[in-house]
Nanobody, 126 residues
Framework: VQLQASGGGLVQDGGSLRLSCTVSGRTFSMQGMGWFRQVQGKERVFVAAISRSGGVTKYGDFVKGRFTISRDNAKNTVWLQMNNLKPDDTAIYSC????????????????????WGQGTLVTVSS
């Protein structure tokens, strides 16, 4: 299975970015998907998760309504729309996939995910 993340870049404080993650080699509609972020030297942090149906989403506490995770099973793609970005959001963002056994199941712990993308760097300047 391959997860290809894209959409990172440099943005100013208060700006927006939309990350994409396309999955191949696995039945995407059976995967709960998640986004995590990591700053060098620190632990990976949960950002957002979405159930395989797309009907259930969960966010890290720090998101505070600024990010939206969504998916299109016909396109094998999950997105993370990030608005009102702050310098503290600077990190490498990675998408992850895990087989979900119910349409409402999602995962918030990195050890629950089996497959990971390579990450895309988001830099927010002040």
């Amino acid at each position: 299975v391959q997860l290809q993340a894209s959409g990172g870049g440099l943005v100013q404080d208060g700006g927006s970015l939309r990350l994409s993650c396309t999955v191949s080699g696995r039945t995407f509609s059976m995967q709960g998907m998640g986004w995590f972020r990591q700053v060098q030297g620190k632990e990976r942090v949960f950002v957002a998760a979405i159930s395989r149906s797309g009907g259930v989403t969960k966010y890290g506490d720090f998101v505070k309504g600024r990010f939206t995770i969504s998916r299109d099973n016909a396109k094998n793609t999950v997105w993370l729309q990030m608005n009102n970005l702050k310098p503290d959001d600077t990190a490498i963002y990675s998408c992850a996939a895990a087989t979900a056994f119910s349409i409402r199941q999602y995962y918030t712990e990195d050890h629950q995910y089996r497959d990971w993308g390579q990450g895309t760097l988001v830099t927010v300047s002040s």
